[in-house]
C-alpha cells in the first residue's frame, strides 16, 4: 500500500468553524490532490498540488484552501464551515506517469452540523 | 460539465457471471481511462487503465474496452465473484471521476 494517511480520520463540527484537514505521504510523489465524495457525485476535485507552494483548483474548490509547505503534507481548510462541506474527503498522490495511477487515502468523514 | 458519466448507479449479477460495467466520455483528448474500486470505508484502489490508443487492456478477470468513436468504455469481469461488490468508478488522466457503480455480485 502506498503511504498515505489522512487525520483526522472523523470529525464533527458547526457551522462557522475552521476545520483544517491533514494529508501525510512516505512516498515522495510530487501530485498530492484532495477529493470529496457525495452521494451522485462520485468523486469530485477540491485542490491539487503539483509541488511545494505549487497549488490549483479543481471543479469545487469554492469555501476550500490548501496548502503544501513540504511535500509530504498537503493541508485542506474549510476557513468557514457550512452543512454542504458534509462529506467524505480523500487524499490522493500521483507521480503523474503513464498511466497517471492515483493512490488513495483512506478518507477523513466530516459532519458540519 | 460532467465530462466522465456513469448512467448505472447500481448492478446486481450472479456470481460466476459476467459484470459489464459502462461509462461515457465527452473529451477526445483525453490519453488514458482508469477504473478504480472502492469498497466502504477505505480509499479507492486502481484496479486497470486503457490508453486511447487502444482498444482493449486485459488483466485477470478484468477487461476493459474502449470506443473511440462512440466515447465509451467498459470494464468486463469475469467470472464475478462476491469479493468484487463494490462501487466502480472510471476517470480520465484530467483527474476527473465518473459518479460509481455500486456492483453487487450475489452468491
Known amino acids: 500500500d502506498a503511504g498515505i494517511t489522512q487525520s483526522p480520520r472523523h470529525k464533527v463540527t458547526e457551522t462557522g468553524t475552521p476545520v483544517t484537514l491533514r494529508c501525510h505521504q512516505t512516498e515522495n510523489h510530487r501530485y498530492m490532490y484532495w477529493y470529496r465524495q457525495d452521494p451522485g457525485h462520485g468523486l469530485r476535485l477540491i485542490h491539487y498540488?503539483?509541488?511545494?507552494?505549487?497549488?490549483d483548483k479543481g471543479e469545487v474548490s469554492d469555501g476550500y484552501s490548501v496548502s503544501r509547505s513540504k511535500t509530504e503534507d498537503f493541508l485542506l481548510t474549510l476557513e468557514s464551515a457550512t452543512s454542504s462541506q458534509t462529506s467524505v474527503y480523500f487524499c490522493a498522490i500521483s507521480s503523474r506517469g503513464a498511466p497517471p495511477t492515483q493512490y488513495f487515502g483512506p478518507g477523513t468523514r466530516l459532519t458540519v452540523l | 460539465d460532467q465530462q466522465v458519466k456513469q448512467n448505472s448507479p447500481s448492478l446486481s449479477v450472479q456470481e460466476g457471471r459476467i459484470s459489464i460495467l459502462n461509462c461515457d466520455y465527452t473529451n477526445s483528448m483525453f490519453d488514458y481511462f482508469l477504473w478504480y474500486k472502492k469498497y466502504p470505508a477505505e480509499g479507492p484502489t486502481f484496479l486497470i487503465s486503457i490508453s486511447s490508443i487502444k482498444d482493449k487492456n486485459e488483466d485477470g478477470r478484468f477487461t476493459v474496452f474502449l470506443n473511440k468513436s462512440a466515447k465509451h468504455l467498459s470494464l468486463h469481469i469475469v467470472p464475478s465473484q462476491p469479493g468484487d461488490s463494490a462501487v466502480y468508478f472510471c476517470?480520465?488522466?484530467?483527474?476527473?471521476f465518473g459518479a460509481g457503480t455500486r456492483l453487487t455480485v450475489k452468491p
Open positions: 498540488s503539483y509541488g511545494v507552494k505549487d497549488t
Open positions: 476517470a480520465a488522466d484530467d483527474m476527473r
